[in-house]
């Protein structure tokens, strides 16, 4: 997919950008605010990452990951689907992601220089789903996931169980999500 033209067509915005994340194609010390979401779990490499959006903030300027996942802290119910939580953290790294990378953000953001760390966490939680194109598409990502793992009539069995227990108010997923945030030295 082409993710530039993508957002050309979905956001009024003047302006967009597209460009390595390791390496972006603005300048030093730029922007009173440089974040991510739900990225640093994808790279190779976060406190490059990290340090290149250092690099774009201006001196005193924020530094924030608004929501890194920690699968490891994972609960889920009803017990049917506990496995489900397993399989994906399997497939995410797979992926070459690191579906740990919420315990590690602290010492990411010290790592890259960033000043007076904050993080906290926050749950994705799921219980009665009313939206339907939520739980929709929360299941493709899932299926993704682990349509590998499992043979079509035994993933079909869990869709329904998920989907059921989404429905009834019974289902419960809960994955700690990280959120960091911090300031570049103003003296840098």
């Known amino acids: 997919?082409?993710?530039?033209?993508?957002a050309q067509t979905e956001s009024t915005a003047d302006h967009?950008?597209?460009?390595?994340?390791?390496?972006?194609?603005?300048?030093?010390?730029?922007?009173?605010?440089?974040?991510?979401?739900?990225?640093?779990?994808?790279?190779h490499d976060?406190?490059?990452?990290?340090?290149?959006?250092?690099?774009?903030?201006k001196p005193g300027g924020w530094v924030a990951a608004f929501a890194e996942p920690d699968y490891g802290g994972r609960v889920d119910y009803p017990e049917e689907l506990v496995n489900l939580g397993k399989m994906q953290v399997d497939s995410l790294l797979e992926q070459s992601a690191d579906p740990?990378?919420?315990r590690k953000v602290r010492s990411l953001f010290a790592s890259a220089g960033i000043e007076?760390?904050?993080?906290?966490?926050?749950?994705?939680?799921?219980?009665?789903?009313?939206?339907?194109?939520?739980?929709?598409?929360e299941w493709t990502t899932l299926e993704f996931d682990l349509g590998k793992r499992l043979p079509i009539n035994e993933l079909n069995k869990i869709k329904?169980?998920?989907?059921?227990?989404?429905?009834?108010?019974?289902?419960?997923?809960?994955?700690?999500?990280?959120?960091?945030?911090?300031?570049?030295?103003?003296n840098i």
Not at 1 to 6: C, G, I, P, V
Not at 121 to 133: A, L, S, T
Not at 160 to 169: K, M, P, V
Request: with cysteine; glycine share 10%.
């Open 116 to 137: 007076d760390v904050q993080v906290g966490i926050m749950g994705y939680e799921q219980g009665n789903v009313e939206n339907r194109h939520f739980e929709s598409s």
């Open 46 to 57: 976060p406190e490059k990452i990290l340090r290149e959006m250092v690099r774009i903030a």
């Open 100 to 102: 740990f990378i919420g």
């Open 160 to 186: 329904q169980i998920y989907l059921d227990s989404g429905r009834n108010g019974t289902r419960i997923i809960f994955i700690p999500t990280f959120y960091t945030c911090g300031r570049k030295n103003k």
């Open 1 to 6: 997919m082409d993710f530039l033209k993508y």
């Open 16 to 43: 967009f950008i597209q460009g390595d994340g390791g390496s972006l194609p603005l300048k030093s010390d730029e922007f009173d605010l440089v974040y991510c979401h739900y990225f640093l779990l994808w790279v």
